[in-house]
């Protein structure tokens, strides 16, 4: 009903990270294509089967050195029904070894059909008389332009499941201030959202001062970033836009308390895409462990040892 | 690169409303719940079957006098990735029979991950050197929280596709002013969201008056919606909440500009499950169809003949 397991698996593996696993087909190595298109044709099935074999070779180098993954769903849903299904697929394989699954999804809608959604994602759906499991990933990525209604079926599923979602706060996009950086009487917006996030947490406490409602607060705003951790501290951070969206270790160092904890930081492109960089495309494996532990390093530098 | 194809329909018709397509198992008849089963056994296969044959009986007694269909991507998701694909044959059953189709998924991210959502949803894919629709919606509901980043790459494939998006603006939910109602100076949010609305629509322009950015706002805030319709006079409205959430035609009329132009009304569980009230579970089309045209004779009968 809260971050807990998440936090004891960063602090087990000493590394306050999560690979994104936003696998379109660009970023795919050759070789995994052509393995897969030869299995099912010129297809969305070959396509979506592509995508697996990749974050299978991904989770495999990854699993006992870095805590979660974040699959992005738009990744999945642009090849159809097949992707989702290797979306399915690819968060089963990745509790199989272990990882915490933090699907980015940034649902929202009204109460009744956020019920619709927590189910699909984090609980279970019952048909023909037994119970199904649609995901069954560990937390989720939500959207709170609808306000409490359409957030509480997600506590309701949190509570019963222990799992926990991300509520998006301050994104990391250049346009995010348009809306989140205006001002609501004497405050902004996403520290409005913020505040939401407190008090939605306060339903799910968890044992290491963290909830189960956490927020996404881009790398690319370390001020903000900063400012947020001081307000807000019973929410932990979901931090996209380091490495190829330009946040670096010293723009996220602010997001993490005294402890090391408070924060898990996103790099997609960075790891799926660092083979690109070594230029060596069969070995895409070896090099997204090899930034991934490089990427440990440096924000473990800032932070020093996590003590839960 | 407008909403030109749907005014048109709706004008044809003489019928500005929505079918809304949520068929969570419960609101499926038992007839059609055992004909999915017995063909695939007890698993999430035979309750999307279940989804699409209900889906199917509703499109059928709708398509000569209903405009258009809006799946509600929740209750798709609900039921695993068969669910997902009961949604993609849901749209292209509804558009062989004409119909025009909103994929109401109010999706939202960063202008890359919003390029995967548009081409999902709205567009196209390349893969294997071939070119997919994966879902081929003709028009999405999309939350603006992140901004005009997050917007833009739909914009694109809107003028490209010719596709339409509603972004949410009020919805219809009880909590939906904690955050949309607040004052941003001297403009609430969801005033701000609106304008937002008519800015990103001034490159997508239609042939009768309302661009390819239209709007959600709910039919339970009548003040709100009438308000908006004088405020945003390009921004075409798709209004939730008439029916079951407690809007009627009186609340909607608002909407509405002087031409009977300007809105399209959803009803969801109002059609879907108008056979419950009825009594004839095995008669659910006919009594989809019926309340089709009592809802429409009644808003038609607010706002007069629709004129383009």
Redesign the interface.
């Known amino acids: 009903m809260s971050f807990d397991r998440l936090i004891a698996r960063i602090a087990q593996l000493q590394n306050p990270t999560v690979a994104g696993l936003?696998p379109?087909?660009d970023f795919i190595p050759e070789s995994v294509?052509e393995e897969a298109?030869s299995r099912f044709?010129?297809?969305?099935e070959?396509?979506a089967e592509a995508l697996y074999l990749f974050n299978v070779g991904l989770i495999d180098a990854l699993w006992d050195i870095v805590p979660a993954v974040k699959p992005?769903c738009?990744?999945y849903?642009?090849?159809?029904?097949?992707?989702?299904?290797a979306?399915?697929r690819t968060i089963a394989y990745a509790k199989s070894k272990g990882m915490f699954v933090i699907t980015d999804g940034?649902?929202?809608?009204?109460?009744s059909?956020?019920e619709?959604?927590a189910?699909?994602?984090l609980g279970t759906?019952?048909?023909?008389?037994?119970t199904?499991t649609?995901?069954g990933a560990d937390a989720l990525t939500v959207?709170?332009?609808?306000?409490?209604?359409?957030v509480r079926p997600l506590l309701d599923i949190c509570a019963k499941e222990d799992k926990g979602i991300f509520v998006?706060v301050k994104?990391?996009?250049?346009?995010?201030?348009?809306?989140?950086d205006?001002?609501?009487?004497d405050k902004t917006?996403y520290e409005?959202?913020g505040d939401?996030c407190e008090a939605w947490g306060e339903s799910l406490p968890g044992t290491y001062g963290y909830s189960g409602v956490g927020a996404v607060v881009g790398a690319t705003y370390p001020a903000q970033l900063a400012e947020l951790r001081e307000k807000l501290p019973h929410t932990f951070f979901l931090v996209?836009g380091y490495g190829a969206?330009g946040g670096g270790a010293a723009d996220v160092a602010g997001a993490f308390d005294k402890k090391g904890l408070g924060a898990i930081i996103n790099s997609s492109r960075g790891i799926m895409c660092a083979y690109k960089k070594a230029g060596a495309p069969e070995d895409y494996a070896a090099a997204a462990r090899a930034e991934a532990i490089r990427m440990r390093d440096e924000i473990v530098g800032y932070i020093g040892k996590i003590v839960l």
């Open positions: 936003d379109k087909l294509k298109f044709g010129p297809t969305l070959g396509a992005q738009a990744y849903e642009m090849y159809g029904w097949p992707g989702v299904r979306l399915e940034k649902r929202n809608d009204i109460g059909t956020m619709a959604y189910a699909a994602h759906v019952e048909a023909a008389g037994r199904f649609p995901f959207n709170g332009y609808l306000g409490s209604d359409g998006l994104t990391s996009n250049p346009s995010s201030g348009e809306l989140q205006k001002m609501l009487g917006v409005t959202m939401f996209p969206q």
